[in-house]
């Protein structure tokens, strides 16, 4: 028996969280108030009540509050109006206090009970004195928290290369692990201005492709095997998926020609044979062996 619960999200582009909707008849892209560990929060149905897994959910599931109303929307314009004006005065006073570090956003909770000031720096910040400097300017709770350079791209946005919306700031709702190996997979430059997004870290898009090479390379054979091509032993140098080609340095001349893969065997097995799995084929030979 599953859970019925509705898909709220905070941020463009931010995480979704499942509440309750109670008795609340709650449908996409409604406004929503509901009780966050930061307070009072007003967020926006993303997805629809639907049931799932209770071993899914992280307990305890809270209720909806109420459906945003007129007034709740008044108030959240309201919040961004402070937002701006307590933005200024966080800039005013952090040069003041001369600290090297980057005001990236300011964010009121709905209740407004709390400020939040998110900024960058190389190292730790000292900046207990610019909370009660802040505190005293606004009187409320004020909590600084420092983010990272990608955590700063989603929430700045921007252009990608690519000429797009950044993903970060326009869907992408978690970070995902990319490596500089996912370059390499894709033949792609390595020349860091060319796989780094505006951030300076690894381009996100990295990762939408890779597992597609991952498979496409599993037909092919390593770089360095040995292989039989029709005009003799060779190394293979490179391959290309797109083409369904490979490279193959030539034992005898150490020319490098291109051939179709079928026309490519492994070096031990009989002519004509093909190799029913490159990566682990007995074909690998190291430089000794050869």
């Not at 909770?109 to 960058?120: M, P, R, S």
């Not at 802040?134 to 990608?160: H, P, T």
Request: negative net charge; charged residues 30%; hydrophobic residues 35%.
């Amino acid at each position: 028996m599953g859970i019925l619960v509705v898909g709220v999200r905070f941020k463009k582009a931010g995480k979704i969280y499942y509440f309750d909707p109670d008795e609340h008849q709650l449908a996409l892209d409604d406004g929503v108030i509901v009780e966050t560990a930061r307070g009072i929060e007003y967020g926006q149905v993303v997805s629809g009540p639907h049931e799932v897994e209770e071993e899914e959910m992280v307990a305890p599931l809270k209720k909806v509050i109420r459906k945003a109303t007129e007034a709740d929307q008044q108030q959240l314009l309201l919040n961004r109006e402070k937002e701006i004006k307590a933005y200024q005065a966080g800039l005013e006073k952090i040069a003041a206090h001369k600290l090297p570090m980057k005001l990236v956003s300011v964010e009121q909770t709905f209740d407004g009970n709390k400020i939040i000031f998110y900024f960058t720096a190389d190292g730790r910040i000292d900046f207990r004195e610019l909370v009660k400097d802040l505190a005293s300017v606004f009187r409320i709770r004020i909590e600084l928290r420092q983010i990272g350079v990608r955590d700063e791209a989603k929430m700045i946005g921007g252009l990608g290369c690519c000429g797009r919306e950044l993903c970060c700031s326009a869907w992408l709702s978690d970070f995902v692990s990319v490596s500089i190996r996912m370059a390499k997979e894709q033949n792609l430059s390595l020349n860091p201005a060319k796989i780094s997004g505006i951030c300076g870290r690894l381009m996100c898009c990295l990762k939408y492709e890779n597992e597609c090479y991952e498979h496409a390379r599993e037909e092919f054979p390593e770089i360095g095997t040995w292989v039989r091509t029709p005009e003799g032993e060779g190394r293979v140098t490179g391959i290309n998926i797109f083409k369904n080609a490979i490279s193959v340095e030539l034992k005898e001349s150490k020319v490098v020609k291109e051939y179709q893969s079928s026309e490519i065997t492994p070096k031990n097995s009989p002519p004509g044979a093909p190799c029913e799995n490159n990566r682990s084929c007995p074909c690998r030979l190291d430089e000794e062996s050869v």
